[in-house]
Nanobody
């Protein structure tokens, strides 16, 4: 089974950019869907973006469309989340997950989760 680990979080000013990475170990991401979710303090976990490895279809939450881009690096077995024009409301712990979800925007059937990485956007 695959293990996933996030990196790239940090503190950034509003309008700035960050790139998060999700690295696989123990297995490749081949044939998985890889999703990013986030949880802001006091709120439920929210879908951010996902990519299906086998057909490269991508999915985005409404709040990040046009600002965030998910991509994969086959050679490095890594999924990136490029986050541009960040807003204070993007502040959250961001989680990477891998699995076989019937609907990539839902948490169901994402079996393998990372520990999360904190993103803080100051106003």
């Amino acid at each position: 089974q695959v293990q996933v680990a996030e990196s790239g979080g940090g503190l950034v000013q509003a309008g700035g950019s960050l790139r998060l990475s999700c690295a696989a170990s123990g297995h490749t991401f081949r044939n998985y869907a890889v999703g990013w979710f986030r949880r802001a303090q006091g709120k439920e976990r929210e879908f951010v973006a996902a990519i299906r490895w086998y057909d490269q279809n991508t999915y985005y939450g409404d709040s990040v469309k046009g600002r965030f881009t998910i991509s994969n690096d086959n050679a490095q077995n890594v999924v990136h989340l490029q986050m541009n024009n960040l807003k204070p409301e993007d502040t959250a712990v961001y989680y990477c997950a891998a699995g076989y979800p019937a609907v990539p925007t839902r948490e169901d059937n994402y079996h393998f989760w990372g520990q999360g990485t904190q993103v803080t956007v100051s106003s």
